[in-house]
Protein backbone atom coordinates (compact mmCIF):
# COMPACT_ATOMS: atom_id res chain seq x y z
CA UNK A 1 0.00 0.00 0.00
CA UNK A 2 1.36 3.41 -0.96
CA UNK A 3 2.10 5.49 1.86
CA UNK A 4 0.37 9.16 2.22
CA UNK A 5 2.40 12.16 3.51
CA UNK A 6 0.52 15.52 4.03
CA UNK A 7 3.10 18.48 3.36
CA UNK A 8 2.52 22.09 4.73
CA UNK A 9 3.48 24.74 2.41
CA UNK A 10 3.40 22.43 -1.01
CA UNK A 11 2.43 24.73 -3.37
CA UNK A 12 6.02 26.07 -4.28
CA UNK A 13 9.91 26.29 -2.65
CA UNK A 14 10.82 23.36 -1.14
CA UNK A 15 7.43 21.85 0.37
CA UNK A 16 7.05 21.79 -3.21
CA UNK A 17 9.94 20.11 -4.23
CA UNK A 18 9.51 17.14 -1.11
CA UNK A 19 5.91 16.70 -2.99
CA UNK A 20 6.98 15.70 -6.08
CA UNK A 21 10.19 14.03 -4.70
CA UNK A 22 8.07 11.66 -2.79
CA UNK A 23 5.70 10.90 -5.74
CA UNK A 24 8.75 9.63 -7.37
CA UNK A 25 9.43 7.23 -4.44
CA UNK A 26 6.10 6.35 -4.90
CA UNK A 27 3.96 8.12 -2.46
CA UNK A 28 0.73 9.67 -2.74
CA UNK A 29 0.49 13.68 -1.05
CA UNK A 30 -1.95 16.02 0.36
CA UNK A 31 -0.75 19.30 -0.89
CA UNK A 32 -1.03 21.62 1.86
CA UNK A 33 -1.47 25.55 0.90
CA UNK A 34 -1.78 29.05 2.68
CA UNK A 35 -3.25 30.62 -0.14
CA UNK A 36 -2.60 29.83 -3.88
CA UNK A 37 -4.64 27.06 -4.83
CA UNK A 38 -3.60 27.42 -8.77
CA UNK A 39 -0.15 26.88 -7.77
CA UNK A 40 -1.05 24.01 -5.44
CA UNK A 41 -3.14 22.20 -7.95
CA UNK A 42 -0.32 22.47 -10.49
CA UNK A 43 1.34 19.96 -7.86
CA UNK A 44 -1.50 18.27 -7.44
CA UNK A 45 -1.35 17.88 -11.65
CA UNK A 46 2.57 17.29 -11.23
CA UNK A 47 2.03 14.29 -9.43
CA UNK A 48 -0.74 12.37 -11.03
CA UNK A 49 1.36 12.80 -14.05
CA UNK A 50 3.97 10.41 -11.84
CA UNK A 51 0.98 8.03 -11.52
CA UNK A 52 0.33 8.65 -8.02
CA UNK A 53 -2.50 10.25 -6.48
CA UNK A 54 -2.89 13.57 -4.55
CA UNK A 55 -5.20 16.07 -3.51
CA UNK A 56 -4.68 19.97 -2.28
CA UNK A 57 -6.27 21.52 0.54
CA UNK A 58 -6.00 24.85 2.05
CA UNK A 59 -4.10 25.32 5.30
CA UNK A 60 -3.01 28.74 7.00
CA UNK A 61 -0.40 26.92 9.74
CA UNK A 62 -0.30 30.18 11.77
CA UNK A 63 -4.10 29.98 12.42
CA UNK A 64 -4.42 27.42 14.84
CA UNK A 65 -8.02 28.03 15.75
CA UNK A 66 -8.54 26.03 11.90
CA UNK A 67 -6.71 22.63 12.73
CA UNK A 68 -10.28 20.95 14.24
CA UNK A 69 -11.80 21.67 11.12
CA UNK A 70 -8.61 21.11 8.55
CA UNK A 71 -8.69 17.74 10.41
CA UNK A 72 -12.22 16.95 9.53
CA UNK A 73 -11.98 18.44 6.08
CA UNK A 74 -8.95 15.67 5.95
CA UNK A 75 -10.50 13.05 7.11
CA UNK A 76 -12.99 13.30 4.43
CA UNK A 77 -10.56 13.78 1.46
CA UNK A 78 -8.92 10.51 3.00
CA UNK A 79 -11.70 8.13 3.02
CA UNK A 80 -13.04 9.77 -0.42
CA UNK A 81 -9.58 9.35 -2.22
CA UNK A 82 -7.92 6.45 -0.41
CA UNK A 83 -10.56 4.68 1.35
CA UNK A 84 -8.65 5.23 4.64
CA UNK A 85 -9.28 6.85 8.11
CA UNK A 86 -5.18 7.98 8.59
CA UNK A 87 -2.25 9.10 6.74
CA UNK A 88 1.34 8.22 7.31
CA UNK A 89 3.99 11.26 6.88
CA UNK A 90 3.40 14.75 8.17
CA UNK A 91 6.05 17.41 7.04
CA UNK A 92 5.95 20.64 8.71
CA UNK A 93 7.44 22.59 5.80
CA UNK A 94 5.80 25.34 5.68
CA UNK A 95 7.74 28.86 6.83
CA UNK A 96 8.80 32.39 6.21
CA UNK A 97 12.45 34.00 7.32
CA UNK A 98 12.69 37.94 8.69
CA UNK A 99 16.44 39.01 7.64
CA UNK A 100 16.54 41.71 10.44
CA UNK A 101 18.85 42.99 13.20
CA UNK A 102 17.73 42.31 16.56
CA UNK A 103 17.48 45.85 17.28
CA UNK A 104 14.81 46.66 14.67
CA UNK A 105 12.69 43.67 15.09
CA UNK A 106 9.18 44.22 15.73
CA UNK A 107 6.99 42.55 18.23
CA UNK A 108 4.99 41.79 15.12
CA UNK A 109 7.52 39.86 13.10
CA UNK A 110 8.64 38.13 16.28
CA UNK A 111 5.39 36.82 17.07
CA UNK A 112 4.91 35.66 13.09
CA UNK A 113 7.42 33.80 12.73
CA UNK A 114 7.11 31.82 16.53
CA UNK A 115 3.51 31.26 15.61
CA UNK A 116 4.36 29.51 12.23
CA UNK A 117 7.27 27.84 13.14
CA UNK A 118 6.68 26.83 17.14
CA UNK A 119 3.08 26.91 17.70
CA UNK A 120 1.18 26.34 14.19
CA UNK A 121 3.71 22.68 14.28
CA UNK A 122 2.95 22.12 17.83
CA UNK A 123 -0.98 22.10 17.75
CA UNK A 124 -1.07 20.94 13.92
CA UNK A 125 0.38 18.02 15.22
CA UNK A 126 -1.59 17.66 18.29
CA UNK A 127 -4.68 18.41 15.89
CA UNK A 128 -3.53 15.45 13.31
CA UNK A 129 -2.26 12.91 15.46
CA UNK A 130 -5.44 11.43 15.47
CA UNK A 131 -4.84 11.05 11.96
CA UNK A 132 -1.64 9.98 11.88
CA UNK A 133 -1.34 6.00 11.12
CA UNK A 134 0.86 4.14 13.86
CA UNK A 135 4.83 3.14 12.51
CA UNK A 136 3.94 7.16 10.70
CA UNK A 137 6.48 9.64 10.76
CA UNK A 138 7.12 13.32 11.03
CA UNK A 139 9.45 15.80 9.85
CA UNK A 140 9.98 19.49 11.00
CA UNK A 141 11.80 21.66 8.84
CA UNK A 142 14.55 23.13 10.88
CA UNK A 143 17.63 25.50 9.60
CA UNK A 144 21.64 25.53 9.54
CA UNK A 145 20.84 28.43 11.83
CA UNK A 146 20.61 26.59 14.75
CA UNK A 147 24.54 25.30 14.90
CA UNK A 148 25.69 28.35 13.50
CA UNK A 149 24.46 31.79 13.82
CA UNK A 150 24.30 34.57 10.52
CA UNK A 151 23.59 38.16 11.59
CA UNK A 152 19.87 39.06 10.88
CA UNK A 153 18.56 35.58 11.72
CA UNK A 154 17.64 36.03 15.69
CA UNK A 155 14.25 35.25 16.13
CA UNK A 156 13.75 32.98 13.17
CA UNK A 157 16.79 30.73 13.95
CA UNK A 158 15.35 30.77 18.02
CA UNK A 159 11.80 29.73 16.39
CA UNK A 160 13.83 26.71 14.40
CA UNK A 161 15.55 25.80 17.64
CA UNK A 162 12.30 25.78 19.51
CA UNK A 163 11.35 23.13 16.48
CA UNK A 164 13.94 20.97 17.06
CA UNK A 165 13.81 20.84 20.98
CA UNK A 166 9.78 19.78 20.39
CA UNK A 167 11.26 17.57 17.86
CA UNK A 168 12.72 15.27 20.60
CA UNK A 169 9.89 16.08 22.46
CA UNK A 170 7.59 14.41 19.82
CA UNK A 171 9.89 11.49 18.90
CA UNK A 172 9.82 10.59 22.89
CA UNK A 173 6.15 11.22 23.27
CA UNK A 174 4.72 9.55 19.97
CA UNK A 175 7.32 6.99 19.65
CA UNK A 176 4.85 4.86 21.44
CA UNK A 177 2.48 4.34 18.77
CA UNK A 178 5.57 3.88 16.68
CA UNK A 179 6.14 7.34 14.95
CA UNK A 180 9.68 8.59 14.20
CA UNK A 181 10.15 12.49 14.54
CA UNK A 182 12.87 13.81 13.02
CA UNK A 183 14.04 17.68 12.12
CA UNK A 184 15.54 18.38 8.64
CA UNK A 185 17.70 21.09 8.94
CA UNK A 186 19.11 22.98 5.32
CA UNK A 187 21.42 25.54 5.20
CA UNK A 188 21.36 27.96 2.37
CA UNK A 189 19.16 26.94 -0.57
CA UNK A 190 18.01 28.85 -3.39
CA UNK A 191 14.46 29.62 -3.07
CA UNK A 192 11.82 32.50 -3.03
CA UNK A 193 12.47 32.45 1.29
CA UNK A 194 12.95 35.60 2.67
CA UNK A 195 12.29 37.48 0.06
CA UNK A 196 14.67 35.49 -2.77
CA UNK A 197 17.84 36.62 -0.10
CA UNK A 198 19.74 33.33 -0.85
CA UNK A 199 18.95 33.59 -4.59
CA UNK A 200 18.78 37.07 -5.55
CA UNK A 201 21.75 38.48 -3.59
CA UNK A 202 24.91 37.55 -5.12
CA UNK A 203 27.02 38.76 -2.15
CA UNK A 204 25.14 36.73 0.31
CA UNK A 205 24.81 34.00 -2.14
CA UNK A 206 28.80 34.23 -2.52
CA UNK A 207 29.41 34.25 1.22
CA UNK A 208 27.19 31.17 2.04
CA UNK A 209 29.16 29.19 -0.55
CA UNK A 210 32.21 30.39 0.48
CA UNK A 211 31.36 28.78 3.62
CA UNK A 212 30.24 25.70 2.54
CA UNK A 213 32.45 22.47 1.93
CA UNK A 214 31.02 21.42 -1.14
CA UNK A 215 31.44 25.03 -2.66
CA UNK A 216 28.33 26.16 -3.19
CA UNK A 217 24.91 27.39 -1.77
CA UNK A 218 21.81 24.61 -2.23
CA UNK A 219 19.27 24.12 -4.56
CA UNK A 220 15.59 22.80 -4.42
CA UNK A 221 16.85 19.64 -5.72
CA UNK A 222 19.41 19.26 -2.78
CA UNK A 223 16.42 18.43 -0.11
CA UNK A 224 13.44 17.42 -1.60
CA UNK A 225 14.76 13.97 -2.40
CA UNK A 226 16.07 13.64 0.68
CA UNK A 227 13.33 14.30 3.04
CA UNK A 228 11.86 11.57 0.33
CA UNK A 229 14.79 8.99 1.22
CA UNK A 230 14.56 10.25 5.19
CA UNK A 231 10.65 8.76 5.09
CA UNK A 232 11.06 5.50 3.54
CA UNK A 233 11.27 1.87 5.10
CA UNK A 234 15.44 1.88 4.67
CA UNK A 235 15.38 4.84 7.54
CA UNK A 236 12.65 3.56 9.49
CA UNK A 237 14.77 3.23 12.86
CA UNK A 238 16.29 6.98 12.58
CA UNK A 239 14.06 9.50 15.31
CA UNK A 240 14.47 12.28 17.51
CA UNK A 241 17.45 13.46 15.04
CA UNK A 242 18.50 17.19 13.79
CA UNK A 243 19.69 15.76 10.48
CA UNK A 244 21.67 19.21 8.32
CA UNK A 245 21.06 18.91 4.69
CA UNK A 246 24.08 22.15 3.86
CA UNK A 247 26.58 20.80 1.58
CA UNK A 248 28.77 21.20 4.97
CA UNK A 249 28.40 24.58 5.78
CA UNK A 250 30.40 26.44 8.27
CA UNK A 251 32.30 23.17 9.12
N1 LIG B 1 15.48 28.35 1.62
C1 LIG B 1 16.33 28.27 2.62
O1 LIG B 1 17.47 28.77 2.55
C2 LIG B 1 15.96 27.52 3.88
C3 LIG B 1 17.01 27.16 4.73
C4 LIG B 1 16.71 26.48 5.90
C5 LIG B 1 15.39 26.20 6.20
N2 LIG B 1 14.38 26.58 5.37
C6 LIG B 1 13.01 26.24 5.77
O2 LIG B 1 12.43 25.46 4.75
C7 LIG B 1 11.01 25.64 4.73
C8 LIG B 1 10.56 25.99 3.33
O3 LIG B 1 11.23 27.17 2.91
P1 LIG B 1 11.37 27.56 1.36
O4 LIG B 1 12.79 27.87 1.12
O5 LIG B 1 10.69 26.57 0.51
O6 LIG B 1 10.55 28.94 1.35
P2 LIG B 1 9.60 29.54 0.21
O7 LIG B 1 10.10 29.20 -1.13
O8 LIG B 1 9.44 30.97 0.60
O9 LIG B 1 8.21 28.77 0.43
C9 LIG B 1 7.55 28.88 1.65
C10 LIG B 1 6.29 28.04 1.62
O10 LIG B 1 5.71 28.09 2.95
C11 LIG B 1 4.39 28.55 2.81
N3 LIG B 1 3.94 29.29 3.98
C12 LIG B 1 4.53 30.35 4.58
N4 LIG B 1 3.78 30.75 5.62
C13 LIG B 1 2.72 29.92 5.68
C14 LIG B 1 1.60 29.81 6.53
N5 LIG B 1 1.39 30.68 7.54
N6 LIG B 1 0.70 28.81 6.31
C15 LIG B 1 0.89 27.95 5.30
N7 LIG B 1 1.91 28.00 4.44
C16 LIG B 1 2.81 28.98 4.64
C17 LIG B 1 4.37 29.43 1.56
O11 LIG B 1 3.05 29.59 1.11
P3 LIG B 1 2.62 30.88 0.18
O12 LIG B 1 2.96 30.51 -1.22
O13 LIG B 1 1.16 31.00 0.42
O14 LIG B 1 3.39 32.06 0.67
C18 LIG B 1 5.24 28.58 0.65
O15 LIG B 1 4.51 27.50 0.13
C19 LIG B 1 10.72 26.73 5.78
O16 LIG B 1 10.33 26.13 6.99
C20 LIG B 1 12.07 27.42 5.94
O17 LIG B 1 12.18 28.02 7.20
C21 LIG B 1 14.64 27.23 4.22
Partial sequence: MSKIALITGANRGLGRNTALSIARHGGDVIVAYRGNAAQAGEVVAEIEALGRKAVALQLDVSEMASFPAFADTLRDSLRKIWGRDSFDHLVNNAGH????????????????????????????AQALLPLIADGGRIVNFSTGLTRF?????????????????????????FGPRGIAVNAVAPGAIETDFGGGI???????????????ALGRVGLPDDIGPMVASLLSDDNRWVTAQRIEVSGGQAI
Fill in 97 to 124: GEFVPIGETTEAQFDGLFDVHVKGVFFL
Fill in 149 to 173: SSPGFAAYAAAKGAVETLTRYMAQE
Fill in 198 to 212: VRDNPDLNAKFAGLT
